[in-house]
């Protein structure tokens, strides 16, 4: 176990909607950081939030949003959601400015149909 | 462009052999690089670590090589066990790019065969 809780862990819906995925760090970890991995890709950065504020932006499409609240967990905004945007979506957490370790949550399946 | 690979998408030993996996990068900043075992239905968990000062680091069965001047790096898993078998991982980060972000492979099946 991590440490990193993501809800939920599966999530269908239909093209068109907006849906929320929440990610709780580690105790302790000020960044969180979202991935996407889609069928046969490894994971892509989306966007990194360190204690509130944005960090880092990736290959995070204008579509998706995310905010990091003043507790450090954080939320996925996904909307007008696509058939391609069904994946994983993982959230990770670290201590910055100590190591480069980041600890993985489990992940929420999200399935457009 | 991926900046970082994994060329080879599965790989098969036998138990108690030497598994080795492979990771090729591009990006010349990168100077901080991991490893990253993945069981499905579970996220990815961190394995092993290098810097790039370093050329070695080992953690019990686990090694990883760095070799700079080639952009190349190995994880060597020795002995291999069937409970190794899993997705791993190969990513790296720039400490001056500003964030900490890491850059994945695509990832390599690693199958341990009793």
């Known amino acids: 176990d991590s440490g990193v809780t993501q809800t939920p862990k599966h999530l269908i819906t239909a093209t068109g909607q907006r849906v929320t995925l929440r990610c709780s760090p580690r105790s302790g970890d000020l960044s969180v950081y979202w991935y996407q991995q889609s069928l046969d890709q490894g994971l892509q950065f989306l966007i990194q939030y360190y204690n509130g504020e944005e960090r880092a932006k990736g290959n995070i499409l204008e579509r998706f949003s995310a905010q990091q609240f003043p507790d450090l967990h954080s939320e996925l905004n996904l909307s007008s959601l696509e058939l391609g945007d069904s994946a994983l979506y993982f959230c990770?957490?670290?201590?910055?400015?100590?190591?480069?370790?980041?600890?993985f949550g489990p992940g929420t399946r999200l399935t457009v149909t | 462009d991926q900046q970082v690979k994994q060329n080879s998408p599965s790989l098969s030993v036998q138990e108690g052999r030497i598994s080795i996996l492979n990771c090729d990068y591009t990006?010349?900043?990168?100077?901080?690089f991991l490893w990253y075992k993945k069981y499905p239905a579970e996220g990815p968990t961190f394995l092993i670590s290098?810097?790039?000062?370093?050329d070695k680091n080992e953690d019990g069965r686990f090694t990883v090589f760095l070799n700079k001047s080639a952009k190349h790096l190995s994880l060597h898993i020795v002995p291999s066990q069937p409970g190794d078998s899993a997705v791993y991982f190969c990513?790296?980060?720039?400490?001056?790019?500003?964030?900490?972000?890491?850059?994945f492979g695509k990832g390599t099946k690693l199958t341990v065969n009793p």
């Open positions: 990770a957490s670290s201590v910055t400015g100590v190591s480069y370790e980041q600890y």
């Open positions: 990513a790296a980060s720039a400490s001056r790019g500003g964030s900490e972000k890491l850059v």
């Open positions: 990006n010349s900043m990168f100077d901080y």
């Open positions: 290098i810097s790039s000062i370093k």
